[in-house]
C-alpha cells in the first residue's frame, strides 16, 4: 500500500497569514502519460464530514475559495492557504488515489495563533 | 438538496453484525460509485469499500476483506454496508461518499460526503 505522510501535525497560523502542508506519498503517484498527480486535499471541520478541496494534485473543487491552492508532483505536495480566515480553522487530510486502496496521510490540524 | 445520509450505526458486541444504509438525494445517484470512509476515534481517515455505479466493481480494505460486503439497491437510490464478525478495532465513524466520477470506473477521490453513522464495538 502506498503510505501517505503530513508534516506539520499541526499549525499555528495568525489570521490573514500563509499556511502550508506538506504531504509525501511513499511512491510516485505521477501518470506519466497523462501528466496527472493522483492526490486530493480534504478539510474535516469539527463535527462535519470532510469536503473536498482539490483534486489532481492542484485544481480546485467548485465553490473552493482561491486562497487555497495546491502544487507538488511525483511524491511531494503541498496544499497553502494564502491568508488564512478563521473558518479555515480545520484538519486538513491528503489522499491518493493512483493504486487501490486509496490511502490518507494523518491530517495536519490547522489553528489560529 | 445534494446529499448522502448514512443509518444503521450502534453498540454491539464483539462477532456480532450491523447493517450500515447510505441514502442518496439530489443527484442521479446510479451514475455514481460509493465509497465508505471510516474514522475511528480522534483519529484519521481510513478507506473501507466501494462499488461502482452499477453495482460491479466492490473492494475492500484487506481488514474487512470476508467480513463486510457492499451493495446498493439504485431504485432506493440506497447503498449498503453488511459488516460481520465486527471487532473492536472497526469502531468509528463511517461515513459514506460519493465517487467525483459518472459513470466509468470512478475517479476514486470523493466529492459529496455524508456526516457519518457512529458503529462501537465492544465487550
Known amino acids: 500500500d502506498i503510505v501517505m505522510t503530513q508534516s506539520p501535525d499541526s499549525l499555528g497560523v495568525s489570521l490573514g497569514e500563509r499556511a502550508t502542508i506538506n504531504c509525501k506519498s511513499s511512491?510516485?503517484?505521477?501518470?506519466?502519460?497523462?501528466?496527472?498527480?493522483?492526490l486530493a486535499w480534504y478539510q474535516q471541520k469539527p463535527g462535519q464530514p470532510p469536503k473536498l478541496l482539490i483534486y489532481?494534485?492542484?485544481t480546485r473543487a467548485s465553490g473552493v475559495p482561491d486562497r487555497f491552492s495546491g502544487s507538488g508532483s511525483g511524491t511531494d505536495f503541498t496544499l497553502t492557504i494564502s491568508s488564512l480566515q478563521a473558518e479555515d480553522v480545520a484538519v486538513y487530510y491528503c489522499?491518493?488515489?493512483?493504486?487501490?486502496?486509496?490511502?490518507f496521510g494523518p491530517g495536519t490540524k490547522v489553528d489560529v495563533k | 438538496q445534494v446529499q448522502l445520509v448514512e443509518s444503521g450505526g450502534g453498540v454491539v458486541r464483539p462477532g456480532t453484525s450491523l447493517r450500515l444504509s447510505c441514502v442518496g438525494s439530489?443527484?442521479?445517484?446510479?451514475?455514481?460509485?460509493i465509497h465508505w470512509v471510516r474514522q475511528a476515534p480522534g483519529k484519521g481517515l481510513e478507506w473501507v469499500a466501494s462499488?461502482?455505479?452499477?453495482?460491479?466493481?466492490?473492494r475492500y480494505v484487506d481488514t474487512v476483506k470476508g467480513r463486510f460486503i457492499v451493495s446498493r439497491d439504485n431504485s432506493k437510490n440506497t447503498v449498503y454496508l453488511e459488516m460481520n464478525g465486527l471487532r473492536p478495532e472497526d469502531t468509528g465513524v463511517y461515513h459514506c461518499?460519493?465517487?467525483?466520477?459518472?459513470?466509468?470506473?470512478?475517479?476514486?477521490?470523493?466529492?459529496?460526503w455524508g456526516r457519518g453513522t457512529l458503529v462501537s464495538v465492544s465487550s
Open positions: 461518499a460519493k465517487d467525483e466520477t459518472v459513470y466509468g470506473e470512478g475517479a476514486w477521490y470523493f466529492d459529496l
Open positions: 439530489g443527484f442521479t445517484f446510479r451514475g455514481y460509485g
Open positions: 462499488l461502482a455505479h452499477d453495482g460491479s466493481n466492490k
Open positions: 511512491q510516485n503517484i505521477l501518470y506519466s502519460s497523462r501528466n496527472q498527480n493522483y
Open positions: 489532481w494534485a492542484s
Open positions: 489522499q491518493q488515489y493512483y493504486i487501490p486502496p486509496v490511502t
